[in-house]
């Protein structure tokens, strides 16, 4: 029995898939099957059902998955116990982020953090899908209020939402002063479940907005370049406008409503201290971002407006 073959294992019983599983741990589909074959053959047991249109756990591999997960838990500790006694910063990370976030700023900050710690090897996969410490994550940054349930989370920095337009819009459909006032307006919006409302917050109470759309993308980058073009307001994070808010290519609207902050923040699997290299990385990227991060410095943002006196 190999720590291979129960790395394979544990990665088909996440996924339910060989070709996922595949894909993850960057090996060929008949090398996870091979692996997969000399476990069963160690153990003397199936642990897989096998047919053409779906893959599951036979009772034998329901009850031996939850071993093999600490099994090479444990493994990993004990070889990051070793390295932490020589000092070292080292070995592979896998880490999860939202493509728009990751192709702006956490790429810069990774390439700073693997200089600093050359013999840290990392797999960043960009996706605006969430992805969860089961499917092999070390570590996963998301752009969201609130915790991923049973992951440990850290705050690395805020994220701040604004809608912006470009100066041409405004002077052509004049800019709005309310929340009401965006009805007149166009949006270029981002597709989500409801890609036609924008919310916010006025004290304690929500209000939910409808703005005809422009246009519908799946891409912050897009949303940019399109309020740029002149197509419509855009309620963007300022880590995606800060540089055409800095440049004048789009201006901030405020509303009067309070500010939209989320945190970006970094979950990584329960059961046990996260180890040294992602330790290391989750206090690099705190410097790299700062807090107020530095994609805001010289941004003036709306503040919540006083209430008028009596």
């Not at 910063?89 to 192709?103: E, Q, T, Y």
Request: proline share 6%; glycine share 6%; hydrophobic share 40%.
């Amino acid at each position: 029995m190999t720590l291979d073959g129960l790395v394979a294992f544990i990665a088909v019983a996440n996924t339910g898939s060989f070709s996922e599983a595949a894909r993850q741990l960057r090996l060929s589909k008949s090398t996870i099957s091979e692996r997969l074959t000399e476990l069963e053959r160690a153990l003397g047991a199936s642990l897989l059902q096998r047919n053409s249109r779906q893959l599951a756990l036979t009772a034998d591999g329901t009850a031996f998955l939850d071993r093999a997960k600490r099994i090479v838990a444990e493994a990993d500790r004990a070889a990051e116990e070793l390295a932490q006694r020589r000092g070292e910063i080292a070995g592979p990370l896998r880490i999860s982020a939202p493509r728009g976030f990751g192709d702006t700023h956490l790429g810069p900050a990774l390439y700073s953090f693997m200089e600093r710690f050359p013999e840290v090897t990392i797999t960043a996969e960009l996706d605006d899908r969430v992805g969860d410490a089961a499917g092999g994550y070390d570590a996963i940054i998301r752009i969201a209020p609130g915790e991923m349930p049973k992951m440990p989370t850290e705050t690395l920095t805020v994220s701040r939402r604004t809608l912006v337009a470009a100066p041409a819009y405004l002077a052509h459909f004049g800019r709005p002063q309310t929340i009401e006032d965006l009805a007149r307006h166009k949006a270029i919006h981002y597709m989500d479940r409801n890609p036609d409302d924008w919310n916010f917050k006025t004290g304690n109470e929500s209000i939910v907005a409808r703005v005809a759309p422009r246009l519908r993308v799946t891409s912050c980058l897009a949303m940019r370049d399109a309020a740029i073009a002149g197509l419509g307001i855009a309620s963007l994070p300022t880590f995606h406008s800060h540089e055409a808010l800095r440049s004048g290519a789009l201006e901030i609207i405020d509303i009067g409503a309070d500010p939209d902050l989320t945190p970006i923040s970094i979950a990584y699997q329960n059961g046990a201290p996260p180890s040294a290299r992602l330790t290391a990385l989750i206090d690099h990227l705190k410097r790299a971002f700062g807090d107020p991060p530095y994609w805001d410095a010289d941004i003036h943002l709306p503040t919540r407006r006083e209430a008028a006196s009596p």
